[in-house]
């Protein structure tokens, strides 16, 4: 996987196959800390005590279909190799109200990267991975908070849901929509010069 | 932020596909493609982006959806597409560039790459 943005897609993935009906994925970036932290909580099934020490090792996998799970551990070595580290918390660290019932604690997986470091991968497309995600069949709620430096994108699909009475997000038109309003967000948030201190702490209402 | 404006865009965005309903039902297709981690890795999203602007550019309406891995890695990407009254057929190693041939000759010409072909489902 060459772009955080596709490490990002795959621990989503492991969001719905979870069963979470609520995701949030913040995505911060920090150019006066040097840091970058991603994080995405859902309130899925979670890991058990005795399996979330071995989540990072490549041969630990919930899957029957066959022995090796690669997502976490490629995940935990891109942040590695990029001064940061990877964690996993399960029950989850965030209290997820919206999207209905949890399915059970829930897991957090949080990224760190030195921003500046040579290896860090570029964050890549992340219009197109949260279209994937938002696309998935089982189509969890997703609360999503973009933030660099003091602007900040971010979106509700709850909110976006009450606007599409029933219509779902892979209608055609909605799709299109979808993949525009995340582009034009994502590419605002990069636009604007933000050296100034006027650093809005805008908080999505979705995150609690 | 453009927040406030277009989530009242959606709005018209729904009114618009309402309108559309009939055609929908008539021209009722579902494309499905494979990401999971495997999927992923072998260009999944690529793929599916490369759907969806090919089917922007033929005017397709068509339903796209993503799900996780079906334990056929070294066939990803993997690319359903199921048509009402129609078989459901499974694609493998669909890579972006054959994304267009396959969209004229499966929804446009109504035959399946039989080459590409890997799995085949009867329809419902």
Known sequence: MLELALHVLDILQNAVEAGAASVVLEIEEDRAADRLRIVVSDNGRGIPPEALNSVINPFHTTRTSRHVGLGLPLFAAAAERAGGRLAVYSPSRHLLGHGGQPLGPGTTVEATFVLSHPDRQPLGDLTDTLLSFLLSAQSPELCYMHRVDGETFTFDTTELRAQLDGLPLSHPLVYRWLSEFIAEGEAQIRATDSSGASAVQERAECLN | ?124
């Open chain 2, 1 to 124: 932020m453009p927040k406030l404006k277009s989530l009242e865009d959606l709005v018209r965005v729904r009114e618009e596909a309402q309108h559309s309903l009939r055609t929908r039902t008539d021209t009722n297709t579902t494309i499905t493609v494979g990401m999971g981690t495997c999927g992923i890795a072998a260009g999944a999203r690529d793929t599916m982006r490369a759907i969806l602007d090919e089917l922007a550019v033929r005017g397709i309406e068509a339903h796209v959806t993503t799900v996780g891995c079906i334990g056929q890695c070294v066939k990803e990407p993997l690319v359903d597409i199921e048509q009402a009254g129609q078989p459901r057929i499974t694609y493998a190693n669909v890579k972006p560039d054959m994304v267009p041939g396959l969209i004229e000759q499966h929804l446009i010409k109504g035959q399946p790459v039989q080459e590409w072909v890997v799995g085949r489902l009867p329809a419902n």
